[in-house]
C-alpha cells in the first residue's frame, strides 16, 4: 500500500485543483481527450481475481478489465490502449471526479446517492452481483443467522460495509466490524483469524477464496443480504462518453444474443445472418458514427475483446478458478437480466 | 538585522503619498484586498465548478446517519442512529487517544534511551546506540506494518487464547481484560483523590518555602506518594469497595465483557513511541551534551551524588535545548498517527477522511475539516510547550 497511497492524495489534490481553477465549461468532451491522448485511462480494483488483477506476466486481467479493453477498442480501435489505474475502494471516486482516470470499472455498486449526488453516472451493469458472508469451517454455522456476536472484516468505504450493519440491525444480532482499505487485507485478516467472518460481494467472495492460505477451509453462507448491481461509472456531464461506454455494453450483449463470436466475427460480418447483425457489425447505417466513433465499433470489440458471454466465462466462469454460474448474469433470452438494447 | 526605525518623520507639507506612513498604510490595504479578492475567487470558481460537475456541497451530510460500525469507540456510537458528525468525533478521540499514548511512552522511552546512550557503561551506551540508529532510518509505515502482521497477528486465535488468572485473555483479536464497574457510593473515590492532589500540591509549595527559609528539606514525593495513593484507597475501602469487575468469558464466537484493547491500537502505538522514542534520545543526549562540563565539574566538587547533579543541575540546564525539539517531536507523532488507516486502526483520517469521505463523497468538506483538526491540534500542542518553555528558559535577573 506504499505504493497506492499516493492515488488517493493525488486524486483528492486534484478534485481540489480541477475544482477550484477548471472553468466551468471544460467539462464534458471525454471523448476528444481519449482520442487525441490515444490512451484509456480505467481505473480499476487494486488486485481481485476474475475482476481485474495482474497476470503472471504483469499484464490486468479481469471481467472489469476487459470492458476497459472493450471501451478502448471501440474508441481507438485497439484494447492494448488502456492506462489502468488500481485504485482501492476509497479513492476511487475521487480519482473519477478529478479526472485521473476517465472511466471507472471496479465491481462498483450503482446505487441512488452515487447517481445522483457525487457528480457520478453509471452506464450500465456487468455484473449482477448479491452480497455475502463466508466463515471458517470449523465454525460451525451454516446461516448468516447465526453470527450474533461475531467479528466481521470488511473493506472500508464500500457498500458492503453499509447492508452489513443494516443486515444485522434487522435481525437483531450485534457485531463488531474489522475495517480495511484493501480487499487482499481484509482476506488476509480473514485468514490469520483476526475476524470470524468475511463479508463481501459474494463473486468477490469466491475471488478472496482462492486466497486464503487453505480454501477449502472457508464456507460461503447461502444468505444473500443485498443487491450489488456492478457496473462501470463516468463523470456526470458527459452525455456522449456515457452512451460509449453504455453501447460498448450493449454491443457485447447483442453480439453475444446472435451468436457473434471472436472467432466467428468475420464471417458473420462478411455474410450477416441477419439484418440486426449487418447493422451491429457495420455494415448496414451509421450507428458508430452516430456516438462519434467509426462504424465497425462493435466488430472491433468482438474480434479483439470478445462478446460478453465469452469474457464472462474466461474471467469468472466454468472456465476460470472462480466457477461462477452465469445465473441472473444470463441473457434475458436464457432467463437472465443481461440485455442488450437493440442497434438500429 | 536592521530595523525600521520607528520613528517615522511626520509629514509637515507636501502631498500626502510624500507621507511614510500613509503609503505603508496604503500598500498593505491593497495587499489585503488582492489577497481576499483572489481567497473569494477561488471559493467562488470551486462552488461553481462542483455545482456543474453536479457534486453537492455543503456540510449537510453531517446531520445525515452514518450506517456503518467502527470497532473502537471512545464515546457513544452506534451504526443505526449516528450520525457522519459523530464519526468525526469517534475519530477525533480514537487519534487523541493514540498520540497521547505515544507521546507518553515516547517521551519515557526516549529520555531512559538518550541518557543510556551517555553512560560510562560501554555495553549500554552501545545498545542504546544501536536503538537510535535502527528505529530512526526506517520507515515509519514499515514498523508500524511489521508490528501488526509480524508480531500481532503471530499471536492465538481466541479459542487458544494465551490466559492469565482466567480473566487476562491474549489473542489476535487483541488484550481482553477485566473492566470495572462502578456501584453507587463510587463517587467519593474521585472526589478523595482530589482532595489529595490538592494536599500534594500545598506541600510541595510548603516544602519549597520551608527550604528557602531553613536550608531543610522534607522527603516530598515518598509524601506524596503516600497521600495520593493512601487516601483514595481509604475513602474506596470506608465507603465499602463500590466496585465490581467485569471478567470477560468466552460465549460465542468473542469474548463478552471486560474491555478490550485492539490489536491496531497496540501495533499503532508501539510503532510510533519507538520510533519518535529514537528522535527524542538524540535530542536527549544533545541537550545534556550541551550543558558546560563545568557545571558537572563543580556539583562534583561540591561531593554531589551524581544522580542529584543530574536531575538538579544538568538536566534543567538541557532541558531549554531540548523543549522546542521535543516539541516538534510530539507534531510529528500526531500526524504520523494518521498512518493507521494501513492497518485499519479506526483514527481521523481513517474513518472520516477516508470512510465517511467515500460514503458521502464530500471530498473538499471532509478534507478542510481533517485539515484543520490537525492544524488546531498541533497549534495547541506548540502553545502548550511554548508555554512551558518559557517557564523554563534562562531568567536573567
Known sequence: MTIKKPWAWASTAGLLTVATLAPSTSYGATLDDVKSRGQLRCGVSDGLAGFSSPNAQGQWQGIDVDVCRAVATAVLGDPGKVTFAPLTAKERFTALQSGEVDLLSRNTTWTASRDNSMGLTFAGVTFYDGQGMMVSKDLGVSSAKELDGASVCVSAGTTTELNLADYFRANDMTYNAVSFDEAD??????????????????????????????PSSAVILPERISKEPLGPVVRQGDEQWMKVVRWTLYAMLNAEESGITSANVDQMRDAPKSPDDA??????????????????????????VGNYGEIFERNVGKGSPLELERGENALWTDGGLQYGMPVR | MLRPSTSIPRRGRGPLWRDPSVRALFFQALLLVTVLGIIAFLVHNTMANLDARGIRTGFGFLDHRAGFSISQTLIDYSSNASTYGRTFLVGLANTLLVSAMGIVAATIIGFLVGLARLSPNWLL??????????????????QILFWYFAVLRALPSPRQSITVFDSF????????????????????????LGVAIIAVIALVILARRRQAATGAQWPVLPLSLVILIGLPLAVFLVTGSPLSWSVPAL?????????????????LWVALSIYTAAFI?????????????????????????????LRRIVIPQAMRVMVPQVTSQYLNLIKNSSLATAIGYPDLVAVFAGTTLNQTGQAIEVMTMTMLVYLSISLVVSALMNVYNARMSLKER
Open chain 1, 185 to 214: 487485507q481484509t482476506a488476509a485478516g480473514f485468514d490469520s483469524g483476526r475476524c470470524d467472518v468475511l463479508t463481501s460481494d459474494s463473486s468477490q467472495l469466491a475471488a478472496l477464496r482462492l486466497q486464503l492460505s487453505d
Open chain 1, 279 to 304: 447493422r451491429l457489425l457495420g455494415k448496414d447505417g451509421n450507428f458508430g458514427e452516430q456516438m462519434g466513433l467509426s462504424n465497425d465499433w462493435a466488430y472491433n470489440i468482438v474480434k479483439q
Open chain 2, 125 to 142: 551506551a552501545r545498545l542504546a546506540g544501536a536503538y537510535v540508529e535502527i528505529f530512526r532510518n526506517i520507515p515509519l509505515l514499515l
Open chain 2, 169 to 192: 485473555f491474549l489473542n489476535v483479536r487483541g488484550l481482553v481484560m477485566p473492566a470495572p464497574e462502578t456501584l453507587p457510593g463510587f463517587a467519593a473515590t474521585p472526589i478523595a
Open chain 2, 251 to 267: 460465549s460465542g464466537f468473542n469474548f463478552r465483557g471486560g474491555m478490550q484493547v485492539l490489536p491496531e491500537l497496540v501495533a
Open chain 2, 281 to 309: 534520545a538524540e535530542i536527549v543526549r544533545s541537550g545534556i551534551q550541551s550543558v558546560p562540563r563545568g557545571q558537572t565539574e563543580a556539583a562534583r566538587s561540591l561531593s554531589l551524588p551524581g544522580g542529584l547533579t
